[in-house]
């Protein structure tokens, strides 16, 4: 008999988005006419092309495989020299980060749920995650065994619950309890909120006073306006004591389907072993990578460096001005209509309270079935994000001026 890993049995319902995608299908199929001007504003999807500079360095990558004398096979399962050099100069410079901190992955999805794998689960961590939050850190920690059952609010017993609300601008405050694994998110998915140095500051040395580890998700960096926000964790001083952080190509570079992202990981991270001893974190991580994954394909590879050129990083700042003028027409439009409105300002996202009386669910069915909008609700991403909606300004320029036409018309 196999037996099964009944940790999964745990997990509330389907993943948010498949769910959505379901609901979404349900009702297309039901009113088929409606499907053609359908807008989808839920999963965070980049609709833009891919940079020329990242195509073009593909295309020459392809070519170079198609020909025996440049042909290469297996990969270094860490990434190839030249994306971790150019991640170090151009993400980190002055930072104190080098190229073998770098580990490059197929996106950072992977990353934050793979990264437990090198950490004591069933209980040997306490971990604090925000609410709302990304929903991955919560299943990835529910399916290998560290919490107990889900409340009826979808709480999970085991989980420190760190509430981000208007009140606190969605950073969460330092808990009174210790804990060992901390996931923070800025900009932040879902509320599209940024920290400030002032509070990844205290969190920084709360982890360092604690011993604890920051899971630091930066997946949102490049749509940073506002220069005195940090981009990175690694700007505050103390952090490459404790931290790890994730970045992607995905969303700056269009890569969601392409699949490339990192962890950076400074020698100077550790825990401990079950006998006391301290161990590098950095070469767990090399040590699992080399053993479960055989690297990020090489032409993929070759068009994330491509970002870095003068030509990719001009086109990037294109994709991001871009996406970053919808989420200030979405903003403009919700505020129009007095609805309360956060993020957007540093953040892909925008994040709105639903109107007085209409829970998150309610109002993603009056979007879906009145406005022919998909959005996503508050409450997939946790209990406290109940009584909010948010719109991705993933988008073409089109749909949101439409999107916003509608919203004006239906609420
Ligand atoms: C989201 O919509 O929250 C994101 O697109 C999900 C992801 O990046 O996996």
């Given at each position: 008999m196999a037996r099964i890993n009944?940790?999964?049995?745990?997990?509330?319902?389907?993943y948010l988005f498949p769910e959505i995608g379901r609901r979404v299908g349900a009702y297309t199929d039901a009113n088929p006419d409606k499907a053609a001007s359908l807008i989808k504003c839920g999963i965070g999807d980049v609709t833009e092309a891919l940079p020329a500079a990242v195509r073009e360095a593909m295309h020459a990558a392809v070519d170079e495989l198609g020909n025996r004398e440049t042909f290469r096979g297996y990969g270094p399962e860490q990434g190839y020299d030249f994306l971790r050099e150019a991640v170090a100069e151009n993400?980190?410079?002055?930072?104190?980060?080098?190229?073998?901190?770098i580990f490059i992955s197929d996106g950072s999805k992977c990353d934050t749920g793979n990264v437990l794998d090198i950490f004591a689960a069933d209980g040997g961590n306490k971990i604090a995650i925000t609410d709302?939050?990304?929903?991955v850190y919560v299943d990835t920690n529910v399916m290998i065994g560290n919490t107990g059952d889900a409340d009826d609010e979808g709480r999970y017993e085991g989980l420190v619950y760190l509430p981000c609300t208007a009140e606190n601008n969605f950073v969460p405050a330092i808990p009174e309890e210790k804990v060992d694994i901390i996931y923070l998110c800025y900009p932040n998915n879902p509320t599209g909120a940024s920290a400030t140095r002032e509070q990844l500051t205290a969190w920084v040395n709360y982890a360092k006073e604690n011993d604890a580890i920051i899971l630091y998700?930066?997946?949102?960096?490049?749509?940073?306006?506002?220069?005195?926000?940090?981009?990175?964790?690694?700007?505050?001083?103390?952090?490459?004591d404790c931290a790890l952080e994730f970045r992607s190509f995905s969303k700056n570079g269009g890569f969601t389907g392409v699949r490339c992202g990192y962890i950076t990981i400074p020698e100077t991270v550790t825990g401990e072993s079950a006998s006391g001893e301290r161990v590098s974190i950095k070469q767990l991580w090399s040590r699992r990578t080399s053993t479960k994954f055989n690297g990020a394909s090489y032409p993929v590879q070759r068009g994330a460096e491509a970002i870095f050129s003068e030509a990719g990083k001009a086109q990037v700042a294109e994709l991001v001005e871009h996406y970053m003028g919808n989420a200030k027409l979405l903003r403009e439009a919700c505020t129009e209509i007095g609805l309360k409105v956060f993020g957007g300002e540093n953040a892909p996202y925008v994040w709105v309270a639903c109107p007085e009386g209409l829970t998150s669910w309610d109002m993603f069915d009056k979007m879906l079935t009145e406005a022919n909008v998909v959005i996503t609700p508050g409450s997939g991403f946790g209990a406290a994000g109940e009584g909010y909606f948010r719109i991705s300004a993933f988008n073409s320029r089109e749909n949101v001026i439409e999107v916003c036409k509608r919203l004006k018309t239906y609420l």
């Open positions: 009944d940790n999964f049995l745990k997990l509330k319902a389907g993400c980190y410079a002055g930072l104190n980060i080098g190229a073998g901190d709302p939050v990304y929903p998700d930066a997946a949102y960096e490049a749509f940073i306006q506002d220069e005195n926000v940090p981009r990175s964790i690694y700007e505050i001083e103390g952090a490459h």
